[in-house]
Each structure stands twice: as structure tokens, then as C-alpha cells.
């Protein structure tokens, strides 16, 4: 039996007009951008934590930290590839992923099966096609309550599970 471990993450970012949204890489048109140093991605934005807490390499902040400028408006699809790797790099792969978005707005449900595939051609390059049985999205609102029930913003909790390689 191999090893495994299971990782918590967890990031949100408010709305700022003028820029795009962009949740587990996939583009929203229409909507209202997140304020962020990077792409604000910030469903990927869990996941990198999940995954490097899983291994425990620290957190995405410790690896492309905002004060940085090489990871101003940088495109989080790259930082998830990079902290694939790392985790890689360290004997570990990826089990499988589960991710809940928390906003009022956009609508996530209809573009889940498109994010997932997004997630699974990240984690898995060389078997995305299988890979997207191991990623779980869901869309959830806040009924309301708080910030982001006042559609301030997005939260994004994910788990991730790894295994030794």
C-alpha cells in the first residue's frame, strides 16, 4: 500500500471592475474580475495550497509570494503547473482534488464539467481524459449572508488527496 496524505486549501479575492474572471483557469465573459497580484485565480489558488500543504512545502504564498513582481498578473494555470511539479519532484502525485466555490456570482454549475477538464489537463498533462473522474467542483452561494453573500466576493475551499509515487 502506498503512503498518502491529505491536504487542506483556502483563498478569496473581491471583485474589482475592469479586470476578467478567471476561476480554475477558465475565463467567465461578462463578469467582474477578483483583485489579486496574480490572474487572482482563486479556485486554483486552493488547490496550489491543497497540494503543497498535502506535501508540506509551505503554501502558495511561500512559493510566489505577492511581493514579487515576477508573479504580477501571472496566470495561475502556471503556477499550478509548477507546484505539480514540485510536489512531483518531492515523490508525490495527485489522487484526486475536490473544490467548493463560494459566491453569489457568476453561476459555477454550468461551467463545471469545462473547469474540471481545465483542473485535469493541469494536474494529469498526460492523462486528462481519466483524470477528470478525480476532480470534484462544486458551486455553492452564501445565502446571502456575509461578504460574499453580499456578492463582495469568491472563496474556494479545496482538499486534495496525494499519493507516494
Given at each position: 500500500m502506498s503512503d498518502i496524505r491529505i491536504g487542506f486549501g483556502y483563498d478569496s479575492h473581491r471583485f474589482?471592475?475592469?479586470?476578467?474572471?478567471?476561476?480554475?483557469?477558465v475565463e467567465f465573459p461578462g463578469e467582474a474580475g477578483l483583485k489579486g497580484h496574480s490572474d487572482a485565480d482563486a479556485l486554483i489558488h486552493a488547490v496550489i495550497d491543497a497540494i503543497l500543504g498535502a506535501a508540506a512545502l509551505g503554501d502558495i504564498g511561500s512559493h510566489f509570494p505577492d511581493t514579487d513582481m515576477r508573479w504580477h498578473g501571472a496566470d495561475s494555470t502556471q503556477l499550478l503547473s509548477?507546484?505539480?511539479?514540485?510536489?512531483?519532484?518531492?515523490?508525490?502525485?495527485?489522487?484526486?482534488?475536490?473544490?467548493t466555490v463560494?459566491?453569489?456570482?457568476?453561476?459555477?454549475?454550468?461551467?463545471?464539467?469545462?473547469?474540471?477538464?481545465?483542473?485535469?489537463?493541469?494536474l494529469w498533462p498526460d492523462d486528462s481524459e481519466s483524470g477528470v473522474a478525480r476532480v470534484s467542483v462544486k458551486g455553492k452561494t452564501n445565502e446571502r449572508m456575509d461578504a460574499v453573500g453580499a456578492g463582495l466576493g469568491i472563496e474556494v475551499h479545496?482538499?486534495?488527496?496525494?499519493?507516494?509515487?
Open positions: 474589482e471592475a475592469g479586470g476578467k474572471l478567471v476561476l480554475g483557469g509548477a507546484a505539480v511539479a514540485e510536489v512531483r519532484a518531492a515523490g508525490w502525485t495527485v489522487g484526486n482534488i475536490d473544490a463560494i459566491c453569489e456570482r457568476p453561476k459555477v454549475g454550468p461551467r463545471v464539467a469545462e473547469i474540471r477538464y481545465r483542473l485535469a489537463e493541469l479545496a482538499v486534495c488527496l496525494l499519493k507516494s509515487l
